[in-house]
């Protein structure tokens, strides 16, 4: 079972940087892949970036270019953060971490674990 706790969300104004990250740590495996998830208000949830455990990333078009997603590791803890820069009013909503043992991709349903959420509010 992978374990996911966000941290680093805010509110900002347009054009400025954020860096949320998510702690995850798992005893059985190391080798699980990592997304970023967002849903604004009143919207269904989007993919926003991902990062597999070799290291291979993968971004939306509406972040690519502006946001970076890396992976640090610890032993049996991993810490995958977001680099969000140049931030605009459209990329507010509550952002996601989620884990996935077997696969990565873009669909949330390809991941089973999930942290509980960070928000991010970008003020025009």
């Known amino acids: 079972q992978v374990q996911l706790v966000e941290s680093g969300g805010g509110l900002v104004q347009a054009g400025d940087s954020l860096r949320p990250s998510c702690a995850a740590s798992c005893r059985t495996v190391s080798r699980y892949s990592v997304g970023w998830f967002r849903q604004a208000p009143g919207k269904e949830q989007e993919f926003v970036a991902a990062i597999t455990w070799t290291g291979l990333t993968d971004y939306a078009d509406s972040v690519k270019g502006r946001f970076t997603i890396s992976i640090s590791r610890d032993n049996a803890k991993n810490t995958v953060t977001l680099q969000m820069n140049s931030l605009k009013p459209e990329d507010t909503g509550v952002y996601y971490c989620?884990?996935?043992?077997?696969?990565?991709?873009?669909?949330?349903?390809?991941?089973?674990?999930w942290g509980q959420g960070t928000q991010v509010t970008v003020s025009s």
């Open positions: 989620a884990a996935s043992l077997t696969t990565t991709g873009r669909r949330p349903g390809q991941y089973e674990y």
